[in-house]
């Protein structure tokens, strides 16, 4: 799998869970510590997402590392 792909197919399951969740953009943005742009490109695929944020993503959603990368 090429790294385009496996970032489009994380943002699409860390927005699917978000979603799941009730939360929205905004709201988990803010629970993350990061900006509600810079969570829409991650769900859009657009960029690279560190490990220190990843697990800030996964922590939100309560979740582990593995839930988000398991089906990207």
């Known amino acids: 799998m090429e790294a385009q792909e496996r970032k489009v197919k994380l943002g699409a399951r860390v927005r699917e869970l978000r979603e799941a969740q009730g939360l929205s953009q905004k709201k988990f943005a803010?629970?993350?510590?990061?900006?509600?742009?810079?969570?829409?490109?991650?769900?859009?695929g657009r960029i690279n997402v560190g490990?220190?944020?990843?697990?800030?993503i996964a922590e939100g959603l309560d979740v582990k590392v593995g839930d988000?990368?398991?089906k990207a």
């Open 30 to 44: 803010l629970m993350i510590g990061t900006g509600q742009s810079y969570l829409s490109d991650i769900e859009a």
């Open 51 to 56: 490990y220190d944020l990843l697990c800030r």
């Open 68 to 70: 988000l990368t398991d």
